[in-house]
């Protein structure tokens, strides 16, 4: 079957621009997460949601980045007002959720470069 | 101090070589511990998960958690050229519900033929 899908898979901005991300998870996966990867940081956790409800966005580093899911299905990441430093890839993963660990799925990232 | 602390390499050995990849951690609550491989320019993807200390062996692949130690580490026997990728730990425990992840910056691996 088919896996997580992101969209786009590279996009270039302007500072102070505004941009969507997309995600698509796997059909049927209630868990969906949100990670910001960085030359050298690692994966930096932003945002889980379970079904369309976000208990936990505690990695959103400003008011500038914001999260919607929708049908319990595809997501998108909003950044406003762009900065350099959002430069990064930005990936989606989705799993079949609960409170034992279930395996994270990752779509390919979206690649950010803010100019 | 970060949670979990990882060499970023890059480490590079000869084929047939073995490999061996640390994380150490500071958090206690960690449950799952996991590896991930990233090659260049795609997401990562699971390679394996134990709970708890001891090992786990998969093929060429071994996990061993010390969770007296914080430490864990992934062997990998034999290494081929196809293993040459980005290896990512990362260990979770129950936040609020869920499985909160936690990951490591990764170690840049390269097998040279």
């Known amino acids: 079957g088919a896996g997580v899908s992101q969209s786009p898979s590279n996009k270039v901005t302007e500072k102070g621009k505004d941009v969507e991300l997309r995600c698509d998870p796997i059909?049927?996966?209630?868990?969906l997460y949100w990670y910001r990867q960085s030359l050298g940081q690692g994966l930096e956790f932003l945002i889980y949601?379970?079904?369309?409800?976000?208990?936990?966005k505690s990695g959103l580093p400003s008011d500038r980045f914001s999260a919607e899911r929708t049908g319990g299905s595809v997501s998108t990441l909003t950044i406003q007002r762009t900065q350099q430093e959002d430069s990064a890839v930005y990936l989606c993963a989705s799993s079949p959720g609960g409170v034992s660990y279930n395996e994270q799925f990752f779509g390919p990232g979206t690649r950010l470069t803010v100019l | 101090q970060k949670e979990v602390e990882q060499d970023p390499g890059p480490l590079s050995v000869p084929e047939g070589a073995i490999v061996s990849l640390n994380c150490t951690y500071s958090?206690?609550?960690?449950?799952?511990f996991m590896w991930y491989r990233q090659y260049s320019r795609k997401g990562p993807e699971l390679l394996m998960y134990?709970?708890?200390?001891g090992n786990k062996e998969d093929g060429r692949f071994t996990a061993q958690v010390d969770k007296s130690s914080k430490y864990i580490s992934l062997f990998i026997r034999d290494s081929q050229p196809s293993d040459s990728a980005t290896y990512l730990c990362a260990m979770s425990y129950n936040s609020g519900g869920y499985q909160k992840v936690t990951f490591g910056t990764g170690t840049k691996l390269q097998v040279i033929p």
């Open positions: 059909s049927g996966h209630t868990a």
């Open positions: 949601f379970q079904g369309n409800s976000a208990p936990d």
């Open positions: 958090n206690s609550a960690f449950q799952y």
């Open positions: 134990t709970y708890s200390s």
